[in-house]
């Protein structure tokens, strides 16, 4: 109760509007003030399109996958799981993102080689890539640059440098053919930013569609009347202003980030794991 107040004094004031976009805020403000939410009766009539229009669903590329992006996915699949990717060789990035467990530790800040602990919580990396920007204060554009940091960094992976984390795959024997299937016709094929390279393309498939987003591809069975009541309620709170689809995000969350504010984080996310948003 105390996060939604403190919203809402937020939303109420013009120094929430300074960080959004005027035309942004302006729509937002309209359709609070019009009561396109409150003028809905509950108990299961439609939701006002005016809301729904705000979202996209979250659907996988329409495009079938290439051969090579096949080999990508694969490789990127293994590299995430295996801890020679650590000085220490046993941390990979599935200590700290566990996809069988929502893709996050439960703990407030994961451990890295020999224990250490970052600063900042981890996120997960499910939906990660549809972010408009990667990491707390948004310093990766996307997940395939965002790849290298966790090997470098000292208190997570702490490989060092890109040419040393090269010539540990190098000297895994394994790897040559699965780089060279994912990367074709590439002289030297395995390296670090190849690495990086095939672990985004990975990410981009760890996508979690909802029953919310068959409502928007058009099922308006597929939800109670209750979890429409409560699409309702995020948009009249003004939730939305922050957490919205990636387009329109990154009109107004851009400028926050850039000021060392934390980027709004996907609320898909934030069903398995342990969090105060807003609270911090
Ligand atoms: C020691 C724990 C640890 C390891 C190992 C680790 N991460 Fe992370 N990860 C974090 C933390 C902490 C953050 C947030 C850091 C920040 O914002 O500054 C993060 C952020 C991310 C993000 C950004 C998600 C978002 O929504 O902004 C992605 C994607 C990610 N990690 C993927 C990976 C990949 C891929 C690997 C392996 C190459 C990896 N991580 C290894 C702890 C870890
Ligand atoms: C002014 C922008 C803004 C508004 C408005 C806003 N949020 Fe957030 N939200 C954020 C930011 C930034 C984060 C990430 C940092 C944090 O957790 O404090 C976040 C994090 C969250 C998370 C955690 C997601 C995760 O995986 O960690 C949830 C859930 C959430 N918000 C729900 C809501 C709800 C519900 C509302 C409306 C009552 C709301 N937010 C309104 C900016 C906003």
């Known amino acids: 109760m105390r996060t939604v107040a403190a919203l809402l004094t937020l939303l109420g004031t013009t120094g929430c509007s300074s960080d959004i976009?005027?035309?942004?805020?302006?729509?937002?403000?309209t359709l609070i003030r019009e009561g396109a939410v409150a003028r809905e009766k509950a108990g299961g009539n439609e939701l006002n399109p005016r809301i729904v229009r705000r979202f996209r669903p979250l659907a996988p590329p329409?495009?079938?996958?290439?051969?090579?992006?096949?080999?990508?996915?694969?490789?990127?699949?293994?590299?995430?799981?295996?801890?020679?990717?650590?000085?220490?060789?046993?941390?990979?990035?599935?200590?700290c993102h566990p996809l069988a467990d929502y893709g996050?530790?439960?703990?407030?800040?994961?451990a890295g080689v020999e224990g250490k602990r970052g600063a900042r919580n981890a996120p997960s990396v499910y939906n990660a890539s549809r972010h408009f920007a990667q990491f707390w204060d948004g310093r990766a554009a996307n997940?395939?640059?965002?790849?290298?940091?966790?090997?470098?960094?000292?208190?997570?992976?702490?490989?060092?440098?890109?040419p040393h984390v090269t010539s540990v795959l190098r000297a895994i024997k394994g790897y040559a053919p699965l780089f060279a299937a994912a990367f074709p016709g590439r002289d030297d094929p395995v390296s670090f930013e190849n690495a990086c390279a095939?672990?985004?393309?990975?990410?981009?498939?760890?996508?979690?569609?909802?029953?919310w987003d068959r409502y928007l591809l058009g099922e308006k069975e597929i939800l109670t009347p209750q979890e429409k009541e409560g699409a309702r309620t995020?948009?009249?709170?003004?939730?939305?202003?922050?957490?919205r689809h990636r387009r329109a995000h990154r009109r107004s969350a851009a400028r926050e980030a850039?000021?060392?504010?934390?980027?709004?984080?996907?609320?898909?996310?934030?069903?398995?794991?342990?969090?105060?948003?807003?609270?911090?």
């Open 234 to 243: 995020f948009a009249n709170l003004g939730c939305l202003v922050c957490h």
């Open 198 to 211: 095939a672990i985004g393309t990975f990410e981009r498939g760890l996508l979690t569609p909802s029953r």
């Open 21 to 29: 976009e005027p035309e942004e805020a302006q729509a937002t403000r």
């Open 143 to 162: 997940v395939e640059e965002q790849a290298g940091g966790p090997m470098l960094n000292a208190a997570e992976m702490g490989m060092g440098d890109g």
């Open 62 to 95: 329409a495009r079938a996958m290439s051969k090579m992006d096949e080999a990508r996915v694969e490789l990127g699949r293994v590299l995430y799981y295996d801890p020679r990717l650590s000085r220490t060789k046993d941390v990979s990035c599935n200590s």
């Open 258 to 280: 850039g000021r060392g504010g934390a980027v709004a984080r996907s609320i898909r996310q934030g069903s398995g794991r342990r969090h105060a948003p807003h609270d911090r």
């Open 104 to 110: 996050a530790t439960h703990d407030s800040h994961s």
